[in-house]
């Protein structure tokens, strides 16, 4: 679509009378050229998709309050977006980019401005590709830093840094997709986990460009712990220091202290650890937590080097959990709570109940029936899996009233009740094709239940909601018992967060305002799982005035 002058300087003026509201600190401006690059990486080269050559991309540092705009140029060979992974968008979901979703992707040749601000927001969040499994390679750390005059709630640290933990596969990504769409099969598991890109010392032809970060004793650091894998939970951890978790998904937390944290694909977790031990060289270390009974993962482990200034001494490896061990990762979660009594909705509009994992289609065997016992794997939500549109976007089928590109009865509960996390009827296994969104009215107050399945294998599934943070009020194993469950409810001091891990064979529980009006995705971020249809989206229908309101357009919106 050619760019309108006039149209995007009207876009431009209302953001910048947005920004003038929030007292914004700096405008920033960037280009992101989307394109190839040869690595090397476990003693093979190969070419991937790349920002600006960089792998991981460039680092995004701003300021809450600051106005950001990044013109993406796409000189690779496959369509892409950009996703700005927590940011809320306020009345601008134009620029939070799910493919088919907010816009269309951005075509080989062409390009796309995202004009956004920072709205409250502080801490440590990141931007991927959201199209495809692109972002198995495309992605970066977004640093929101408080305004000028303002601090962090706990002493500024000498030392901050981004750790971004990723998958590598020796193969192109997408044609790893193809082959898990073609085949309806589990996808080949990643070569090797990574830290900043790299594998670190314990992989071959690795040791050379393992991370490595230099400390003083007695320095204070900040790790920004980021999961960008593209399909696996993962436990993290520094030998023989301890650390302090003061926000996850750029929200402060009650400051606790650990041994070990798990992050789920698309969470951030902010640690302080304080370099007081003998100096020498400490693996920082990274694996997988893995719940699906049977699934094959990638049971390697990362590593990137913490050394004492002078020291020469062999680096000492950390103990880390089980790869099933549930137990830590819900002692952990239950530790994350908000630092102070929050305002948490307690008159609930909306009251939904979304059961979610996996399910079956059934084929004629051959070579595009490769899943268990003849057919294709699938997900869904409350038994519908999600399908993409690719005429329009959803968000341009709201906003210009196009037919036949969505329907809006996607189900607040399930349409038939039963175990979910015992024996499932064979019946129930195969779910439902269709692009099924739900209304919601602006203001209205949300409860989600988030119910795990048995179908196929329970499992701990991080689902993550565009263009909002949540409270998680409450979390736990089995079926979700409303008369039981909902009076332990955390309703004092729950943690927020834009990304919950629904605990393997449980439930979790979130609350919301709906006050950010537009088409936001919610799926699972799981990328194989979302391939396979876990996923729906919201509509949140303009209120009343001005501030209530979806933003126009911009002129250079791409087309389908």
């Not at 951005?106 to 927001?121: L, V």
């Not at 400490?282 to 050394?307: C, G, K, S, V």
């Not at 062999?314 to 709570?337: C, E, G, H």
């Not at 065997?365 to 997900?379: K, L, M, S, V």
Request: contains cysteine; glycine residues 6%.
């Amino acid at each position: 679509m050619e760019s309108n002058p006039l149209s995007n300087s009207i876009l431009f003026a209302i953001l910048l009378t947005l920004v003038s509201m929030t007292n914004a600190n700096q405008d920033h401006y960037h280009e992101f050229n989307v394109q190839e690059k040869m690595v090397t990486r476990l003693c093979k080269s190969h070419t991937i998709i790349t920002v600006n050559g960089q792998f991981p991309g460039p680092i995004l540092e701003v300021r809450n309050g600051d106005a950001v705009t990044v013109k993406v140029t796409n000189k690779a060979r496959y369509n892409v977006t950009i996703h700005w992974h927590g940011l809320r968008q306020m009345q601008n979901p134009w620029a939070d980019g799910p493919e088919y979703v907010t816009q269309c992707p951005i075509m080989p040749g062409s390009s796309y401005t995202y004009r956004f601000i920072i709205q409250d927001q502080e801490g440590t969040l990141w931007w991927h590709a959201h199209s495809r499994w692109l972002r198995a390679t495309v992605y970066g750390a977004l640093i929101i830093h408080p305004k000028l005059g303002f601090s962090y709630p706990f002493p500024k640290p000498k030392l901050e840094l981004p750790i971004i933990l990723g998958e590598w596969w020796n193969r192109d990504i997408i044609s790893v997709l193809q082959q898990t769409l073609f085949s309806g099969a589990a996808p080949n598991i990643s070569d090797a986990i990574t830290i900043n890109g790299q594998p670190g010392d314990l992989y071959k032809c690795s040791q050379k460009g393992t991370v490595r970060y230099s400390v003083n004793s007695g320095d204070s650091v900040l790790l920004r712990v980021i999961n960008a894998a593209l399909n696996q939970q993962l436990f993290f951890t520094v030998a023989n220091h301890k650390l302090t978790v003061v926000a996850t998904d750029a929200v402060y937390t009650k400051p606790f202290a650990t041994n070990v944290i798990m992050v789920g694909p698309g969470q951030t977790t902010d640690v302080l650890l304080t370099a007081n031990q003998k100096p020498g060289r400490y693996y920082m270390a990274a694996r997988a937590y893995a719940t699906a009974q049977n699934a094959p993962f990638d049971n390697t482990t990362t590593t990137a080097i913490l050394e004492y200034k002078s020291s020469t001494s062999r680096p000492i490896l950390p103990p880390l959990p089980a790869y099933n061990d549930t137990n830590t990762v819900t002692s952990f979660s239950n530790q994350i709570k908000s630092p102070e009594k929050v305002d948490v909705p307690t008159k609930i509009d909306e009251n939904l109940f979304f059961i979610i994992g996996f399910g079956f289609f059934n084929c004629s065997p051959g070579p595009r029936c490769q899943g268990p016992n003849n057919t294709r794997f699938g997900a869904s939500m409350n038994n519908v899996s999600f399908v993409l549109p690719n005429r329009a976007s959803l968000l341009q089928a709201y906003t210009n009233k196009i037919p036949n590109i969505y329907t809006t009865d996607f189900p607040a509960t399930p349409l038939v009740e039963f175990d979910y996390t015992g024996n499932v009827p064979r019946g129930l296994w195969q779910p439902i094709r269709g692009t099924k969104l739900y209304n919601l009215k602006f203001g209205s107050n949300v409860q989600i239940v988030l119910q795990d399945t048995s179908i196929f294998s329970t499992e701990d599934h991080p689902v993550h909601l565009h263009g909002y943070h949540f409270y998680v009020v409450g979390q736990g194993f089995g079926n979700f018992n409303p008369s039981q469950d909902t009076a332990r409810f955390n309703l004092i001091d729950p943690p927020q967060r834009n990304t919950i891990d629904v605990p393997v064979g449980g439930w979790a529980a979130i609350r919301f305002v709906a006050d950010n009006p537009g088409v936001w995705l919610m799926h699972c971020h799981i990328d194989t799982h979302l391939a396979w249809g876990f996923g729906m989206a919201f509509i949140v229908e303009d209120g009343v005035g001005p501030s209530q309101k979806l933003l126009p357009p911009p002129a250079d919106l791409p087309r389908c």
